[in-house]
């Protein structure tokens, strides 16, 4: 049956109008200004400023950390919920509800540091409406082509919202972010009057994002619609926990699936450890300021957009597999880039005085995360529609919600303890590194066309 355009470009409005969460919110913006706020905070109580550094990435990791906590016990019944129901529409809207209050409230958090911990929990509240929202929204992706035509899709959706949060972040850092002279990339005061001394048009960031996705879900929920076939099949909560036990004990017997879903939870918690920190190493380790760290998300953003829309024409000729291997390579190389390099040094080797260089490098690998990670984004959800079955495909994605975050914890944990251990901001990026090759070890074992055929005969 064909896909109307109308819902296909409505499905992916969602990417669009929820990027800039992550691109402003999560690693551009909000998170290196909250870094900044928390390292004066704890400078006040006489830590001195390597300390104080350590204390605030751990503090940050800590928060990612509980909110992966939330969305593992969380989503797998509400992903198997929905198969049973046949209905992800509500669950949209309501997430979507909780992700405009709290981003918006975001707005709260003052130089002084007096709402640190309630902002943290405001951000995290937000990033779990946010995944959850997506792990539905992923679970129509099956429905909207055939294998091939799905890779390019994904791809193509993704590299959608890559290009809003270049826009958004275009438009925060010309208009409205200031930096330590209080001016904007313009070089003017931010707009409407607001108070660079308090820095309110930093924190208009919450705000910004709570606007931008109530205007542009709208298509989303204009052209979207469940399947009226099942979109109203009484559901006992008896059957959702059965329903998912199945599901669950199902996955041992299918070695392709098991390999991809363990692997890619290694791979992606990992960059999405990368997505959390690059802002806030960037504002630690090379002292870079809320403008220089937004030019940088500017370039890391378009490179994302333009290599995720290869990759999905990559992955409609070749398939998705081989776009994830060559991805997560590269992500491996940055990652090992990031542990040995500061301000001063890189692999011990010294810069000169003044040097641009560690810039100049962090800038590439910026254009890295963001080309690399957009790929596996993009691929991994087209690898994933392979292993569904085409009549159960919330069942299939719920499972890979499960997979995303059922060690969501691990790598911010173990980033907040190597921190801790080493009280030094690089050594803690560490065990990125290894969650990275484990991820790539089980990829061996997956087949590149799924296994779709022989779970139909088993089934």
Same mark, same amino acid.
């Given at each position: ?7 296909? @470009?409505? @499905? /992916? !409005? ?11 919110? #999560? ?6 200004? %909250? ?8 400078? $006040? ?9 350590? &204390? ?15 969305? !593992? ?6 992903? !198997? ?9 509500? @669950? ?14 975001? @707005? ?27 792990? %539905? =929204? ?36 010309? *208009? ?6 209080? *001016?904007?990339? #313009? ?13 309110? $048009? ?6 910004? +994002? ?7 879900? +709208? ?42 879903? =363990? ?47 290869? !990759? ?21 190389? =940055? ?5 040995? /390099? ?38 991994? &959800? ?14 299939? %994605?719920?499972?890979?919600? *499960? ?30 590194? %290894? ?25």
């Amino acid at each position: 049956m064909a896909v109307s355009k109308k819902r296909i @470009w409505g @499905w /992916m !409005a969602f990417d669009w109008a929820s990027q800039p969460f992550y691109t402003l919110g #999560l690693t551009f913006i909000f998170g290196p200004y %909250f870094a900044v706020v928390a390292t004066e905070y704890f400078l $006040g109580t006489g830590m001195i400023e390597a300390a104080a550094d350590a &204390r605030a990435q751990w503090v940050w990791s800590l928060g990612q950390m509980i909110a992966g906590l939330l969305i !593992a016990f969380t989503a797998p019944f509400l992903g !198997a919920f929905a198969d049973n129901s046949g209905r992800k529409m509500p @669950w949209i809207a309501f997430f979507s509800v909780v992700y405009v209050v709290t981003t918006f409230m975001l @707005w709260g958090l003052k130089p002084d540091g007096s709402a640190l911990i309630f902002m943290m929990v405001m951000f995290y509240l937000g990033f779990f409406a946010a995944e959850s929202a997506l792990n %539905f =929204v992923n679970a129509i992706l099956p429905s909207l082509g055939t294998d091939k035509e799905v890779g390019r899709i994904s791809g193509s959706g993704a590299a959608f919202g890559y290009w809003g949060g270049v826009t958004s972040l275009f438009i925060m850092l010309l *208009l409205l972010a200031e930096n330590d002279q209080g *001016l904007t990339l #313009l070089g003017n005061a931010p707009l409407f009057g607001l108070d660079p001394e308090m820095r309110e $048009g930093t924190r208009s960031v919450g705000p910004f +994002i709570a606007i931008w996705y109530a205007i542009f879900i +709208i298509p989303f929920f204009m052209f979207v619609r469940d399947d009226p076939r099942v979109a109203k099949k009484p559901t006992k909560l008896t059957a959702v926990w059965g329903e998912l036990l199945t599901t669950l004990r199902s996955v041992l017997h299918r070695k392709s699936l098991l390999n991809f879903l =363990v692997g890619s939870m290694f791979y992606r918690d990992a960059l999405n450890a990368l997505y959390a920190f690059g802002g806030v190493y960037a504002a630690l380790v090379l002292d870079w300021q809320t403008i220089q760290i937004g030019v940088f998300g500017i370039i890391a953003a378009i490179a994302a957009a333009i290599t995720t829309w290869l !990759a999905g024409l990559a992955d409609q000729r070749y398939g998705p597999k081989p776009v994830i291997l060559v991805s997560v390579w590269t992500l491996v190389g =940055v990652s090992v880039i990031i542990v040995g /390099m500061s301000r001063d040094a890189i692999f011990g080797v010294p810069f000169s005085e003044g040097s641009e260089l560690p810039d100049l490098i962090f800038y590439v690998c910026g254009v890295c995360i963001g080309g690399a990670g957009g790929a596996v984004y993009a691929a991994s &959800r087209s690898l994933m529609v392979r292993h569904t079955h085409p009549e159960r495909p919330a069942e299939a %994605f719920g499972l890979f919600a *499960l997979s995303g975050k059922a060690t969501a914890f691990l790598a911010p944990g173990m980033i907040t303890l190597f921190t801790f251990l080493t009280g030094n901001n690089q050594l803690g990026f560490l065990p990125v590194i %290894f969650l990275f090759l484990i991820g790539l070890f089980l990829l061996r074992w997956v087949n590149k066309d799924g296994d779709r055929a022989e779970w139909s005969a088993l089934s």
